[in-house]
Structures are given as C-alpha cells and as structure tokens.
C-alpha cells in the first residue's frame, strides 16, 4: 500500500490560490502593505455633497476562511496519510476521530507519547519544531498557532477583518468628472453659504475604522464633501484613491499572515513527505 500527500498538497494549493485572488483585489502593486479600499461616491443635489460609501468587499472575508480552512486541510491530509502508514491501512471509524494535526494550544505540554503512537516517532521529531512555545499566547502571531485559532473561529462563524490607517481623499476637479452640470467657481458666496462651516477644504474621513464582517458594513457612509453646482441633471462621477490596511484578528496585515502561515505548511508538508 502506498502512501501520498496529493491532496495535501492540492489543499495547499487551492489556499494559495485564494490568497493570490485576495492578493489581486486588495494589494497595491507601488505599496504591497497598503491596500485598496473600494468607495462608492454619489452626489446628493438636495445637500450640494458628494456622499462616498464602502463599496463591496463582505466576500474577502470569505476568501480568507477558505484559505484558512484548506492550509488546515493540507495538514490534517498530511496526519491521516502518517497515521495509515503506521497502522499499515485507514483508520477504523473509532480511530478517525483522534487523526488530526496536532498544533500545541498555548500553556499546553507537546505530548509527544501520545502523537507517536498515532504517527510514529520520526513524523512526530519532524512536526515538533513547527510548533508554538508553551508560553506562547493567542495574541501573538505564530503560523501554526494563529492558524489553528482562526480556523476554529471559521468553523462557526465569519472571520472579522478590520480596516485601519484609511487614507484622505479630495474632491479636487482634476478627480472628479461633471455631467450636465458644472462647478460654481470659489470662492462664491453661495457656495460659501450653502456649506457647513465645518466642512470647508478637503474630503474628511467620517468613520473609521470598519470592521469587516459579512455584509453589514457595506454602503455604510463614509465621508463627504460639499460642492455645488449648476446645471437641469447634476452628476459628478467621482473616485477617490482610498487606502488602508486589511487586519486579521484586528493585529496583522491579511495577506503577510496568509503568506506566512501558506510557507510554515508549506515546509510542513515538504519535511513530512518523505518519511511515507
């Protein structure tokens, strides 16, 4: 009988493939720390203002679980696959239930007597280094451990991504194009009337940061800005450059952490492989 990781590491590729997509839609290629927020702007005639809104991103995190889920996968693939060499078939239904990659939880002693009763010392001496310290705590990031915590949260619920370090924009006129319509010329006193007090100069952020759940925040307003004009249809088609940093766990860069914890299974998977 033989034994494989193929689908580990088809597992692994499939997580990084979700990253690469994540990757694509967020990652400024001049700054890859900095990524792109998407911003629906409208104007309201009735307040002379150019409302901006989150537009939609409630899927990213969904990608990322999906990552998540499959870089845990790969390794709980890896497991089974050691575990049946041991045994020299599959595990009986009993013993499936115990088959998972251990990953150490914080506090906790390695329990390398019971892993080597499952898998066999070599696997276990190749798997023990990967792990978290025994001080290690869940608010630090360590591949494996933090890896672990957010799959067992994707099991039950959306994983939350916060957004912080939102840029400025500015309604400027080389940004913004006008149809049917055109600006009053500052300074005019209308204008200067018709606008808040508070609200003269550039664009203002409003809220932030977002917290990045499935769906709830999107549309939510902004920022805006106060501009009139004139014209029968006033419409001004606006997009702003809007930055910020997508979080994981509220701490750490999303795609830093997928690429990490991506590369720790990743070496896993390649240290485990040959020994079946």
Known sequence: MTYSLESSWAKRDRAIAHIHDLRAEVVLPENPHAHHIPIVCQYEADSHSIVCRVGKMSHW????????HNLRGAL??????CASKKLGREPDECQARSIQFPIR?????????????????????????HQPPKAWNWS??????????????DKHRT????????????TGDSRGKYVDCAP?????????????????????????????????????????????????????????????????????????????????????????????
């Open 140 to 153: 630090g990031f360590h591949s494996l451990g933090t890896l672990n915590r957010l799959s067992n949260i």
């Open 61 to 68: 995190p969904l990608i990322v679980g999906d990552a998540i």
């Open 184 to 276: 009053v010329p500052e300074p005019d006193r209308e204008r200067d009337a018709l606008r808040p007090r508070m609200e003269r100069g550039p664009m203002e952020v409003l809220t932030v940061p977002a917290i990045l759940g499935p769906g709830p925040e999107e549309g939510r307003p902004m920022f805006r800005s106060y501009v009139v004009v004139t014209g029968p249809n006033p419409r001004i088609e606006f997009k702003p450059d809007f930055t910020g940093e997508i979080l994981l766990e509220g701490r750490w860069n999303v795609i830093d952490s997928l690429d990490r914890m991506g590369a720790t299974v990743t070496q896993v998977l390649g240290d485990v492989e040959p020994h079946l």
């Open 76 to 81: 709980d693939h890896a497991w089974w696959q």
């Open 105 to 129: 939880t914080p506090g906790k002693n390695w329990d390398t007597a019971s892993h080597v009763s499952r898998v066999g010392r070599n696997v276990v001496s190749i798997v023990a280094p």
């Open 159 to 170: 994983l939350p991504l916060l957004v912080r370090r939102i840029g400025s924009a500015s």
